[in-house]
């Protein structure tokens, strides 16, 4: 028989230990088998299918990729995350955690976006607003600066993280935005900035306001479209 699969299940026919090699026919039992693995093999499909009716194409398309991980070292300055970006999507989220500064708490860390090794220290618009633990709220905005804060710094070790979304980066012609939220020293942030250059970006250049930072982990994902 042809296989029904995936319409529907197949109903084979299991020989018992009375029956002879032509009831059911041997070699049809082999054939069917054989078209209802294929079948199965063809559903799933191989890894990296491009076939959009596989489980293997529907999967990777759902969800968010992980593209690039990335640790810090020990008192370093800065932070560059390179190649984070490419035409492989669309828009992307970076997640930012576990970190800390070695000045007193307060200090702000700092985002810059670049490419190929060229940082782009101008062209950012928007703003944010922060709330301590106290009650005290401040806000801020940029207008063509040279660079966006996205969250209060602190001396303890993984109290401090900062995620945010980033759209089209990797395009060229369109401006990129940047939305996100942090936590740093006993607040939490929360921002939205343009950079509005319409260069293309690949690149992630983090630093502290002051002094250097320690520890953590950069992970950037890939959002599917699918």
Same mark, same amino acid.
């Given at each position: 028989m042809?296989?029904?699969?995936?319409?529907?299940?197949? @109903?084979?026919?299991?020989?018992?230990?009375?029956d002879?090699?032509?009831?059911?026919?041997?070699?049809?039992?082999? @054939?069917?088998?054989?078209?209802a693995?294929?079948?199965?093999?063809a559903?799933?499909?191989?890894?990296?299918?491009?076939?959009?009716?596989?489980?293997?194409?529907?999967?990777a398309?759902?969800?968010?990729?992980?593209?690039?991980?990335?640790?810090?070292?020990? @008192?370093?300055?800065?932070v560059?995350?390179?190649?984070?970006?490419?035409?492989?999507?669309?828009?992307?989220?970076?997640?930012?955690?576990?970190f800390?500064?070695?000045?007193?708490?307060?200090?702000?860390l700092?985002?810059?976006?670049?490419?190929?090794? $060229?940082?782009?220290?101008?062209?950012y618009?928007?703003?944010?607003?922060?709330?301590?633990?106290?009650?005290?709220?401040?806000?801020?905005s940029?207008?063509?600066?040279?660079?966006?804060?996205?969250?209060?710094?602190?001396?303890?070790?993984?109290?401090?993280?900062?995620?945010?979304?980033?759209?089209?980066?990797?395009?060229?012609?369109? @401006?990129?935005?940047?939305m996100?939220?942090?936590h740093?020293?006993?607040?939490?942030?929360?921002?939205?900035?343009?950079?509005?250059?319409?260069?293309?970006?690949?690149?992630?250049?983090?630093?502290?306001?002051?002094?250097?930072?320690?520890?953590? $982990?950069?992970?950037?994902?890939?959002?599917?479209?699918?």
């Amino acid at each position: 028989m042809t296989t029904n699969f995936p319409s529907s299940i197949d @109903a084979f026919t299991n020989p018992t230990s009375a029956d002879t090699l032509d009831n059911p026919p041997h070699d049809q039992q082999h @054939a069917d088998i054989n078209d209802a693995m294929e079948a199965v093999q063809a559903k799933v499909g191989v890894d990296g299918s491009a076939v959009t009716s596989s489980l293997d194409y529907k999967v990777a398309q759902q969800g968010l990729t992980l593209v690039k991980t990335q640790t810090v070292g020990t @008192a370093v300055s800065s932070v560059t995350v390179t190649n984070a970006f490419s035409s492989t999507f669309e828009n992307y989220r970076v997640s930012f955690t576990g970190f800390n500064c070695s000045n007193s708490s307060g200090q702000t860390l700092q985002l810059r976006l670049g490419n190929g090794g $060229t940082i782009y220290a101008a062209g950012y618009y928007g703003g944010g607003q922060s709330v301590l633990y106290s009650g005290t709220v401040n806000t801020w905005s940029v207008n063509n600066l040279s660079d966006v804060s996205c969250c209060y710094l602190t001396t303890t070790p993984g109290r401090t993280s900062t995620v945010f979304d980033i759209h089209t980066p990797y395009d060229v012609g369109l @401006a990129t935005p940047l939305m996100g939220f942090g936590h740093g020293f006993l607040s939490g942030s929360w921002w939205s900035y343009e950079y509005a250059s319409t260069a293309r970006i690949t690149d992630l250049y983090f630093f502290p306001s002051v002094g250097t930072m320690s520890g953590g $982990t950069i992970r950037v994902y890939g959002y599917n479209n699918g």
